[in-house]
């Protein structure tokens, strides 16, 4: 039995920004077409936000920011100029800070993300999801393949390179009507783009949203699981073979070496040991995957600080409300907090379960979860850990447990081992 940690983490913050042009077919996040005008009372509160945060935070590191949506790349310019000032006067990040921005291909220019990278944006990563015209009308997007290529060439020339957190691009498979032929395409057209990150989901049906109700009522096919999970299997060969690692059931990333000498020439890179490995994982989502802290701001935003899980309140305009009366309470919470959960010790041992077995080559490490919580793997999971293990759906040795790639597949058989 070790003793439980008690060295205070560095802190990751994801920031709201819950507007779009208009709501794909897909989609079921937090987020609302149509209300343009909020835009700017939108972004005054959450200066406000940011500053009681940071204030009651007292100087806790910040290594990761990610300002998601919602379409974050529908704001000005100018507004993340202010937005920019204000976190960097509330809160102490990091020097290589890792500061994500979601993108839409056909919203960005080159003055755009000139601007937000000289900001310290280091990341970006756009929503492409297909690169089929009958596709990406389906889904309701608004861009072409085209937009892509144009966007992610933008991105390159401001400096969204191998020398900053790199870029990542989202796609879907599993859409009904979907080949395994298209998908193929699809995936090697993006690859030709080399990002340095890919994010790959199966198509989720979401209560509430269009393209479930239409399957729903006959007009599409319902997606054939036996084919999403070809279709996975090949990316995952395919993007093995690129040099891609995967690192969580749905994301890879190029390890560093794989841009070896055009690295070494490239005069942006003053000081290679800032190049640490690993470095186009996606920090932030790793910290949600470790069980780390975050902070959650802007509406509808989650996050999981000082033994609390929270929510803030989900329709921009009661977001506005609330930071314009409200005061400041203890942290991590703002005003605009609505759902708070005290998180027991017990919980967050299953929690570190759940969310570390994504995290396909890392796992959970026996002794960070010894170091953590003071008990090992085996005395907190011992006979569950062994009934997956006889399942074929789990590997766990002394490093720690993580997922087969039989488990990959029947992940939420794994998950509920621990909720
Ligand atoms: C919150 S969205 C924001 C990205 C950005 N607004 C865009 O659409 O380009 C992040 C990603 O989640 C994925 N996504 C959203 N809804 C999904 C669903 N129902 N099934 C699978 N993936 C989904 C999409 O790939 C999307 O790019
Ligand atoms: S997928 Fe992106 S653009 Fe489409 S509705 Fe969701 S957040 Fe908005």
Known sequence: MGRPE???????????????????????????????????????????????????????????????????????????????????????LTTDCEITLEANPGTVDAAYLLGLRALGVSRLSFGVQSTHASELRL?????????????????????????????????????????????????????????????????????????????????????????????????????????????EISNWALPEKAEGRSRRSDPQVSDLRLLAPGRYQCRHNLQYWRNRPYLGLGAGAHGCAAGWRYSNVLAPGAYIARLEHGVVGEFPFSPAAV?????????????????????TAEGVGGADFEARFGATLAAAYGRRLRHLRGLGLLAWDEAGARLTPAGRLLGNRVFREFV
Do not use: K
């Not at 204030?55 to 937005?83: C, K, M, N, W």
């Not at 997007?141 to 990542?168: M, W």
């Not at 498979?173 to 193929?184: N, R, S």
């Not at 759902?339 to 995290?359: I, K, V, W």
């Open 339 to 359: 759902e708070r959960t005290r998180q027991t010790r017990a919980d967050e041992m299953g929690e570190t379960m759940l969310l570390g077995l994504r995290l």
């Open 139 to 247: 889904l309701d997007r608004l861009h072409s393949f085209e937009d892509v290529r144009q966007a992610v060439a933008l991105a390159r020339a401001a400096g969204f390179d191998r020398a900053s957190h790199g870029l990542n691009l989202d796609l879907i498979f599993g859409t009904p009507h979907q080949t395994l032929a298209m998908w193929q395409a699809s995936l090697l057209r993006v690859l030709a783009l080399e990002p340095e990150h890919l994010s790959l989901y199966a198509l989720s049906l979401e209560h509430g949203t269009p393209l479930r109700s239409w399957v729903q009522r006959g007009l599409l096919p319902m997606p054939d699981a036996d084919l999403a999970a070809e279709m996975y299997g090949w990316a995952g060969e395919l993007l093995a073979a690129h040099g891609y690692g995967q690192y």
């Open 6 to 92: 008690s060295q205070p983490q560095n802190l990751s913050i994801y920031i709201a920004i819950p507007f779009c042009q208009v709501r794909c077919a897909y989609c079921d996040f937090n987020t609302f077409a149509g209300l343009d005008d909020l835009m700017a009372p939108y972004a005054r509160a959450l200066a406000r936000e940011i500053r009681l945060v940071g204030e009651a935070a007292a100087g806790r590191p910040v290594h990761t920011i990610f300002f998601g949506g919602g379409t974050p790349s529908l704001l000005p310019l100018l507004v993340y100029q202010d937005i920019f000032a204000v976190l960097r006067g509330a809160f102490a």
